[in-house]
């Protein structure tokens, strides 16, 4: 539910108004971003709005099922070529997640910044923040958001939120689930989410390569006693050999949370921008691992947050370090 009415409304309002709309997700796009953003997307189509889609990277494939999100581009000199009077920013804590935050300090029109989001690391970076980090995903927001706004909601647009939510949840399995979340995932199978779809591409999408990649992560698990942390890492060289993308590491973190006696998860993953991406995972209720994440930049939940830090990974005396 919508707590902040105000916000809402003067958001409704400057999307009635706007002449030209930009909708961002964060790098590294997920299935709460994506799934929020196609919704917005096909709610926004429905007003006949001159709007466009971007993100710097380019979505996984297995999310290419969602509707509109073909018109998404990781070109920024979409920021020169066309002028946005409206940007809205979905499910990302700072905007320098996005990787978008220079661009718009050069950019020479004006422009209302909206930030839509429900991490309770976010920094209220917009002209306009509706921050509500009581709800599982930034897609249960939109939902919200949706019904304040009397908006009908399709069959295509459930099925987006319907992906955001269980995606962020681990399909109703981690501690962001609420009452909240499984009533709005049932409105929306009500409606006619694809849940079979869904299912299909996010949950039982692993292929071989994939699995062979999580085999390597498996045997460099290890486990600290003293601090009861579990820990792995995937190098560019892994990815490589496995021949998929570094962005199929983001799964492991949620598996392996359900390692018996560690009360923190952590995946390192080398990135091909020459970054190291952390995932932090969590059961245990009096451990916030978003605290964790912030002293490395980073950010997110207290049950499941992430970082990136400049480096490379190696192994070095018989153990793993970023340099």
Known sequence: MIKDIATA????NKIQTAQHILVVTHQDPDGDGLGALSALAQYLKTLNKDYQLFCRDQAPQNYQF??????????????????????????VSSLDYTGIEEILESVSYPYILVNID?????????????????????????????RLWQVTITKEIA?????????????FSNA???????????????????????NENILRNKSLSLLKLWGIAFVRLVYNEKYQIAFTVVTLDDFQA??????????LSNFFNELAGAK??????????????GSL???DDEVDVSKLAKEWGGGGHKKAAGFSIKGKLVYDKGRWGII
């Not at 509707?67 to 499910?91: A, E, G, K, W």
């Not at 923190?264 to 991406?277: H, M, S």
Request: proline share 2%.
């Open 66 to 91: 969602l509707p509109l999100l073909h018109q998404l581009i990781s070109d920024s000199l979409i920021f020169s070529r066309q002028t946005f009077d409206l940007i809205i920013v979905l499910d």
């Open 264 to 277: 923190i998860i952590l995946v390192l993953a080398e990135q091909g921008d020459g970054f190291v991406k």
């Open 176 to 198: 962001a689930t609420s009452l909240a979340s499984l009533q709005v995932a049932s409105h929306l199978l009500n409606l006619g989410a694809r849940h079979k779809e869904i």
């Open 9 to 12: 409304q003067a958001i409704y």
């Open 242 to 251: 496995c021949q998929v993308d570094p962005e199929a590491a983001s799964g």
């Open 159 to 171: 099925t987006a939120l319907l992906n955001g939510i269980i995606f962020d949840t681990g399909a």
């Open 118 to 146: 429900h991490h309770p690391t976010n920094n209220n970076f917009g002209q306009l923040n509706l921050v509500q980090s009581l709800a599982s995903s930034t897609a249960e927001i939109i939902y919200d958001l949706l």
């Open 281 to 283: 995972r969590t059961t």
